[in-house]
């Protein structure tokens, strides 16, 4: 999750940099450009989520089943949508750049300029943002999240170093800034490459002309709600816009561009934890593991809960700093932006736990609660900005955190009405609760006493639910495991380590999901390879009778993490 959260944190940090440096080197006008072309950008953007981000949410279920050939069919298929749509809608952008600069900036001379350079700049480089917020997304997926971390950190050092060349040294004005963001996702598509070199990876090239229907509805299927947030997102900004300039001209549309800034940095936190929602968490739907979401979703809504209202905090406490930092001067200052920016920043927090209940909702299967939610949150904020406009120009700003309390209130109470209807599922997140009788959970700490009374917990769990045979050979394979790892996966400080056991009931099968965080060791042995695995005889013969007894047997080693799944055929 901290890997996820640091790359999108860099990767905000790119496009703050390009905010910050234009609006000191070339002028506030040059971030209200900028800002003022969001509605465009956001377009790509909903197009990235809608191929990319939506794929790799089928790519996780399907490796938490472990179906490789359709999480392998997924993946080229995000690659090659992704890849077509984002070079045919820049060229697009590209031909009518003009007549879409005027409409957004209302022929402002002032502006009109920055942004038509801006925006053609930009162009060339969305293809390869699209790229690269695809493949930074399946490398997550992968298990990889710290090369992504490491991928968007380099390109954004790269981006901050080019910003000052660019513009400064080398006089290319605000598109040198566009320039310098294209050469940061290319440099991160370079590195996440990188992953698909390594032999830990799962996700391989696979082209299957005859289910690329089918893998395009999927992703979109799950991408729309996000995508459609987008989307949404883009139009709000633009009507807001209109919004502000009618009621408090130039230097108010600087307020907004400054606020936006302020809520892309919350988008960077959403985008980070989100990932790890829709990586791990779509992981953890393949394999039924709902204990495992939900503590997932609760670690999710407390970093979102705890990381956002510092930054609220410090913006209610230094109002003056944040304008600074955006250009806006001592010798000329904007008197009602300390006022904006403390309202807006209340916004923060309510806005983020329905974005990350969004997520949590869309993997759960409920795509028109999330569909909802997404056109909700954003119809809701651009309705109460109007509304509030009319009271007073200064007013309007406190549209933003009413509107975000407004749904976040409406939420609970539709929540807790499911969950009075049917006790299963939890209040807010909706996470189904699986039945003591179908379902067991452990965590394990990384001692001989733990494990003995772990293995008396399964043998009780399994006894009561299976028959005698099935139970043993399950109860076997147990406990064969878990003194391997008790053995031979951690040497350093074990008393700080624990592994999971995952058994799930099913009419037919009976499937068992062991991870631990200690060395690659793979539990699939074949006769002519068992020496290599382990140099204890014991192991050997342990290894093999866990071999015989399951009739699938499934590793990866992902998220630092072995990862076990065994499948047993019930025998009554």
Request: with cysteine; glycine share 6%; aromatic share 10%.
């Amino acid at each position: 999750m901290w890997g996820s959260i640091l790359a999108a944190v860099s990767s905000q940090i790119a496009t703050t940099t390009d905010a910050i440096v234009v609006s000191n080197l070339i002028g506030p006008d040059a971030i209200s450009a900028i800002n003022l072309m969001m509605p465009v950008l956001t377009l790509f953007s909903a197009l990235m989520i809608l191929f990319g981000i939506g794929s790799s949410v089928v790519a996780a279920k399907a490796i938490g089943r472990r179906d490789e050939k359709e999480a392998n069919g997924v993946f080229t298929t995000a690659i090659l949508t992704s890849l077509s749509a984002g070079v045919a809608l820049a060229m697009i952008v590209f031909i009518f750049s003009d007549i879409i600069v005027a409409v957004l900036t209302g022929g402002d001379p002032r502006i009109y300029e920055l942004a038509l350079n801006y925006l053609q700049a930009m162009c060339v480089a969305i293809p390869f943002l699209m790229m690269a917020g695809v493949i930074e997304n399946f490398v997550k997926t992968d298990g990889n999240p710290k090369l992504v971390m490491t991928a968007v950190i380099a390109g954004s050092l790269l981006n901050l170093i080019l910003d000052i060349v660019f513009v400064k040294f080398l006089g290319m004005g605000i598109a040198g800034s566009a320039w310098a963001t294209g050469l940061n996702y290319v440099l991160a598509i370079g590195i996440c490459l990188v992953h698909f070199r390594k032999p830990t990876h799962s996700l391989k090239w696979s082209l299957e002309r005859s289910r690329l229907k089918f893998y395009v509805k999927q992703s979109v299927t799950q991408g729309l709600p996000m995508s459609v947030n987008s989307l949404f997102l883009g139009g709000c900004i633009m009507l807001i816009n209109y919004i502000v300039l009618g009621a408090q001209g130039s230097d108010g549309i600087y307020c907004w561009s400054v606020c936006m800034q302020i809520f892309m940095i919350m988008q960077m936190v959403l985008t980070g934890i989100g990932s790890s929602i829709y990586a791990i968490g779509g992981i953890m739907m393949g394999e039924q593991d709902m204990e495992g979401l939900s503590i997932l979703n609760r670690k999710c809504l407390l970093y979102a809960c705890g990381s956002l209202s510092v930054i609220t905090v410090l913006i209610i406490i230094f109002p003056e700093f944040f304008g600074e930092l955006f250009g806006n001067r001592s010798n000329d200052p904007i008197n009602f932006l300390p006022i904006a920016l403390r309202a807006f920043s209340i916004m923060l927090v309510p806005y983020s736990l329905v974005a990350l209940l969004r997520a949590t909702y869309q993997i759960l299967g409920h795509i028109k609660l999330s569909l909802a939610l997404s056109v909700l949150q954003l119809l809701l904020m651009v309705s109460f900005v109007w509304g509030f406009s009319y009271i007073n120009p200064v007013v309007l700003w406190w549209g933003f955190p009413s509107s975000s309390m407004a749904l976040l209130i409406g939420l609970v109470i539709y929540t807790i009405t499911l969950h009075l209807k049917n006790r299963s599922l939890a209040a807010f997140s909706l996470i189904p609760e699986v039945e003591n009788n179908e379902s067991m959970n452990l965590s394990v700490k990384i001692d001989r006493e733990s494990l003995e009374d772990a293995l008396k917990q399964i043998a009780k769990f399994l006894s009561q639910n299976l028959d005698e045979l099935t139970a043993y050979r399950v109860r076997l394979s147990c406990e064969e495991l878990m003194y391997n790892i008790l053995d031979h996966a951690v040497k350093k400080n074990p008393e700080k380590h624990y592994f999971d056991i995952h058994i799930r009931i099913e009419k037919d099968n009976v499937n068992l999901l062991i991870k631990d965080d200690g060395r690659p060791f793979n539990p699939i042995i074949r006769e002519e390879n068992i020496k290599v695995q382990s140099a204890d005889p014991s192991d050997r013969i342990g290894l093999k009778i866990v071999n015989s007894t399951a009739e699938s047997i499934d590793y990866k080693y992902m998220y630092n993490q072995n990862i076990s799944m065994l499948k047993f055929q019930r025998t009554s």
